[in-house]
Nanobody, 115 residues
Framework: QVQVVESGGGLVQAGGSLRLSCKAS????????MGWYRQTPGKQREWVAT???????NYDDSVKGRFTISRENGENTVELQMSSLLPEDTAVYYC?????????WGQGTQVTVSS
């Protein structure tokens, strides 16, 4: 089993920054990717960013240039540095961990950007 725990959400003004953190624990020996999705009420969960085990990072166009995903070497923790935040970035952000054919999700952390 794998446990995924996010932290770092909160309230910030437009133009500000926040850093989200996600820690995976348990049977994490073969993590293939870690990343983030977000969801607003009434909408489907949408992909934000992924960091593959090889080190390649990919971003949705809506956050490219503003968000950075990173992972410390040897650590099962991934961070999402969010800058130049917009009100439309307001959502619950969910971390996911992909291990072989399974995906594990965190409980989500709220990010609210005020205009």
């Amino acid at each position: 089993q794998v446990q995924v725990v996010e932290s770092g959400g909160g309230l910030v003004q437009a133009g500000g920054s926040l850093r989200l953190s996600c820690k995976a624990s348990g049977d994490t020996f073969t993590i293939s990717a870690m990343g983030w999705y977000r969801q607003t009420p009434g909408k489907q969960r949408e992909w934000v960013a992924t960091l593959v085990s090889t080190g390649t990072a990919n971003y949705d166009d809506s956050v490219k240039g503003r968000f950075t995903i990173s992972r410390e070497n040897g650590e099962n923790t991934v961070e999402l540095q969010m800058s130049s935040l917009l009100p439309e970035d307001t959502a619950v952000y969910y971390c996911y961990v992909a291990i072989i054919t399974k995906t594990y999700w965190g409980q989500g952390t709220q990010v609210t950007v005020s205009s």
